[in-house]
């Protein structure tokens, strides 16, 4: 009898993959649909929000996993992003991202201990497409013949990834000048220079204290890391690029170095080079030395926020067959899994008051490394780093900066909080109090039962 049965197992078994698994091209209204389907499955541990709209209308989706979805909670979870579709034709990442989502929720079920505390130390947001209006065009082409560029930008024209406030300008003079480097200000008339994606998109990074975040594009296989703009101008390459060969490195350039041999060498195939027709050492590429690209969205998030961004190229084909998408997902699913857990490392705490309160907006500076971060509106940081011994200050407006001397090791953040002491009022005859040597809190971070330090355990 068992032996009778056990065909008719096996092929249930098949039945529910295939029918949990579904690897096809997702219109916008099944994109949708995938994304409630997995939120009823797990409705404990994600949520659906919009960021806005399209130019015709669709909304622009995000998918969070957490424990505790739709809550920040102070100094527990950083905040992840990943980013699909920008170009409308370029569309393995929105598959990608849709199997993701569908992945860790199948796993988080299935009580995986590696997913399972990823989802409990990170809160995590996926966009499947900024651009659907322009996915609809590429989609609507006969798949046999799809041209290189047809529905790369949105419904008027643009393309997404030239649309961002151009802040590497102020940032080259400001290297000349003495200026900042780190959350340089926007342009008073922004607003009205930007499509409503990219509106929708930079109004998302200034809500929510994103400390890492990838976008996902086609058309080449490599991680791409800033900045994508070249100081200097080289002349005009063909179509979109600007050839350059010329890096241009932030001061985070051994970081960023680090996050794209990540995906690359946790990828099937990207770290073996020459890959669609192109050499690349490791699989990853410095933005400029492979072509100029002025008013990105990579450059963006590292000049304006506090998050680094890189940017994925998966596939030589923009729109692969439909055929091809579970072995993409293969060669990809490990991938998108390592680098999220990246956002792991570093330095990581809180800047409060000498009465425990928050204070938000506080500076981050690390000795050594011209780029710094800030706190969040509840006065917890998160600042990425790689294993190193560094000096760490605190300061904000009103207060006095306090230092801390911190290691950073490979196995987790390191915790260091900041209690700052208002700077003394002087009055007219006051004399300048003397300094005052302050200490930090300069923790390993520790692993503890799960109950000990979250509300809930599932």
């Known amino acids: 009898m068992s032996q009778l049965l056990w065909p008719l197992l096996r092929f249930l078994l098949l039945l529910r993959v295939a029918a949990s698994v579904n690897f096809f091209h997702h219109r916008y209204e099944q994109l949708v649909q995938a994304l409630y389907n997995v939120h009823n499955e797990c409705p404990e541990i994600t949520r659906i929000y919009s960021i806005g709209s399209s130019v015709q209308g669709r909304e622009l989706y995000v998918l969070e996993f957490s424990d505790n ?17 920008m170009h409308g034709n370029e ?42 209006d322009g996915y609809e065009v590429a989609a609507n082409q006969n798949l046999d013949a799809i041209g290189y560029l047809t529905g790369r930008n949105n419904a008027n024209g ?8 151009d802040l590497n300008t102020f940032m080259y003079y400001n290297e000349k000048t003495g200026g900042p480097n780190h959350h340089i200000p926007l342009p008073a008339n922004w607003k009205s220079q930007v499509e ?17 975040s990838a976008n996902l594009h086609g058309g080449a296989l490599v991680a791409n890391y800033p900045y994508d703009k070249a100081q200097e101008q080289r002349g005009r390459g063909r179509g979109y690029h600007h050839a350059s060969n ?14 794209a041999k990540a995906y690359s060498y946790a990828h099937h195939s990207m770290h073996q080079s020459p890959t669609c027709g192109e050499q690349f050492a490791d699989g990853i590429t410095n933005g400029a030395s492979w072509y100029s690209l002025s008013k990105g969205m990579q450059d963006f998030n590292y000049l304006h926020t506090n998050c680094f961004e890189i940017t994925l190229e998966l596939s030589c084909n923009k729109f692969p067959p439909q055929k091809d998408l579970e072995k993409e997902w293969l060669a990809n699913r490990e991938a998108l899994v390592t680098y999220l857990e990246e956002v792991h490392q570093g330095v990581k705490g809180l800047v409060s008051d000498q009465n425990g309160n928050g204070i938000a907006g506080a500076v981050i500076s690390v000795q050594g490394i011209g780029h710094d971060v800030t706190s969040g509106d509840m006065g917890d940081y998160f600042r990425l780093l790689l294993p190193d011994t560094y000096t760490i200050t605190a300061s904000a407006d009103g207060y006095q900066p306090q230092t801390a001397t911190v290691t950073v090791g490979p196995a987790g953040p390191s915790l260091v909080d900041f209690q700052l002491t208002p700077n003394p009022v002087k009055g007219p005859l006051e004399k300048k109090a003397p300094a005052t040597s302050l200490s930090s809190k300069v923790l390993q971070k520790k692993v503890v039962p799960r109950a000990a330090h979250k509300k809930t355990q599932r």
């Open 91 to 132: 569309v393995l990442g929105r598959e990608l991202l849709l199997q993701l989502s569908e992945f860790l929720c199948e796993e988080y079920r299935r009580r995986s201990e590696r997913i399972t505390r990823l989802i409990w130390d990170t809160r995590i947001h996926i966009l499947p497409s900024m651009n659907p």
């Open 196 to 212: 409503p994606e990219t509106l929708a998109v930079i109004n998302w990074m200034n809500c929510y204290n994103f400390v890492l």
């Open 69 to 85: 979805p739709g809550v920040h909670e102070l100094s527990e979870e950083p905040e992840f992003k990943y980013v699909g579709n």
């Open 158 to 165: 643009i393309d997404l990834n030239r649309n961002f406030p």
């Open 246 to 259: 010329t890096p241009s490195p932030t001061p985070d350039d051994k970081l960023f170095r680090k996050l």
